[in-house]
């Protein structure tokens, strides 16, 4: 199933002559189970590209759909509903509420969303649990190590029934043995999970994860990888060294 | 890769035949960098020859076991100090072709760097995946497919610093012609074969 599609999405800022495209005509679509990986240097659209797919902006021009539906054709309350249910949002610096436990901040989207509080709570533990961090739960964010607080965020943005997961510089604060531990989650919840997956990244180490790299400068896609071969193809007797 | 060295490393921890050096060897570099027979024959005889190992004379053949003698115990012990020879860049075909794209007339270098960067990308794609399915358990194989990543994360890195350069010095309207020669300093600097 196709959970986010862009359509000759293009954003404008500004009027005139202080006119910026932040985004030109970029079209990208991701399936249920694909992580999909954007580079490209600052300033090149990676965020605002995130934050269209994700409904917190509006493009000014083209279409978003996610999990099929227009986005353009809704309220603010759905889309406001489609966020709390359908995406799942982690940055760079955790956005984890402090004053939260660790298993609050993540059942705090399905409380809001309706659900009863102890259901809500047992979606979250168990969404921790899935991460290893069980033990964690009842932590507040500053009893935890950037890498938990990191993860913390992840199941957060995985809980109950979401199915597209924004990532915007996942692991950029952290070194490079949590950063991988980051990724492995996200590829693990596209792949385990049925989850799609954005990760906007500057770093290729975690952008090789993704099953497509995309690459984007002034708005633009302007390149992106061949869907990878299989591991065997390194591992073939008599390849040149 | 030294095979000599790793031989001799193999043989450290006891007497070995040549076709067991070989398949631990593989096993321990997580099959990343396979060895053929011969090679590993060839480069026994060597040691021998130098004294570094010594066989039973007893057999031949497959079954013929070898041993680490003293001097090449001494030889292992001095070749894990003594650091690869880094201080003179090596000859560098990317770097080549990155230079002569930026005074090509007709070619943007831009595109010339994304084929690459792209094709980079690719390639750390297939070694994560190796990562991915089945590295966690396999502590060499993490750690060679770990040098291949960091080692071509590095170029890709080189890669971004090279665009960004040549954009910044076009917009300050600083590109080289393409008649400049290249400045005579740098025959100065070494060049590893």
Redesign the interface.
């Given at each position: 199933m196709r959970m986010l599609e862009l359509q000759r999405v293009s954003k404008v800022y500004g009027l005139g002559a202080a006119e910026v495209h932040a985004l030109d005509r970029v079209t990208l679509s991701v399936d249920e189970g694909a992580m999909v990986a954007v580079?490209g240097?600052s300033g090149s659209g990676k965020s605002t590209l995130l934050t269209i797919a994700g409904s917190l902006e509006e493009p000014t021009e083209g279409e978003v759909r996610v999990r099929g539906a227009a986005l353009a054709g809704m309220s603010r309350s759905d889309k406001a509903r489609l966020r709390r249910r359908t995406i799942g949002y982690v940055f760079q610096d955790y956005n984890l509420l402090p004053g939260l436990t660790a298993a609050e901040n993540v059942s705090l989207p399905l409380e809001l969303d309706g659900l009863p509080a102890r259901k809500a709570r047992a979606a979250g533990l168990a969404a921790l649990e899935e991460l290893g961090l069980a033990e964690r739960a009842e932590r507040y964010p500053d009893e935890l190590s950037g890498g938990e607080r990191q993860r913390v965020a992840i199941a957060r943005a995985v809980v109950g029934e979401r199915r597209l997961l924004l990532a915007d510089e996942p692991s950029g604060a952290l070194d490079s043995g949590n950063a991988e531990a980051v990724m492995?989650l996200v590829?693990d919840a596209c792949k385990n999970g049925g989850m799609a997956a954005v990760v906007v990244t500057?770093?290729?180490?975690l952008?090789?994860?993704?099953?497509r790299?995309v690459?984007l400068r002034d708005g633009r896609i302007?390149?992106?990888?061949?869907s990878?071969?299989?591991?065997e193809?390194?591992?073939?007797?008599?390849?040149p060294? | 890769?030294s095979v000599r060295h790793a031989l001799l490393a193999l043989l450290s921890e006891g007497p070995k035949y040549g076709l067991q050096l070989r398949e631990e060897f593989e096993a321990r570099t997580g099959?990343?960098?396979?060895l053929?027979v011969g090679q590993v024959y060839t480069t026994l005889q060597r040691l021998e020859r130098d004294g570094l190992v010594e066989s039973e004379d007893t057999d031949e053949g497959p079954q013929k076991a070898f041993q680490i003698t003293e001097s090449g115990a001494a030889e292992l012990a001095e070749w894990l100090r003594t650091p690869p020879d880094l201080s003179s860049p090596p000859r560098d075909e990317l770097v080549m072709k990155v230079l002569v794209a930026i005074r090509l007339p007709g070619t943007d270098v831009h595109e010339v760097i994304?084929e690459h960067?792209?094709y980079?990308?690719?390639l750390?794609?297939?070694?994560?995946?190796?990562k991915?399915?089945g590295a966690q358990g396999d502590l060499n194989l993490a750690l060679a497919v770990d040098a291949e990543?960091?080692r071509?994360?590095s170029v890709?890195?080189w890669l971004?610093a090279v665009?960004?350069r040549v954009r910044r010095a076009a917009a300050e309207g600083n590109v080289q012609p393409a008649k400049a020669p290249l400045p005579k300093q740098r025959r100065h600097i070494g060049v590893r074969g």
């Open positions: 580079m240097p492995r590829h500057h770093d290729a180490q952008a090789s994860w993704a099953d790299v690459f302007t390149d992106q990888t061949a990878a071969p299989g591991p193809s390194l591992l073939t007797p008599g390849r060294q | 890769m099959e990343v960098w396979p053929n994304q960067r792209r980079l990308l690719q750390m794609q297939e070694w994560t995946r190796i991915e399915s990543l960091f071509l994360d890709v890195r971004d665009d960004a």
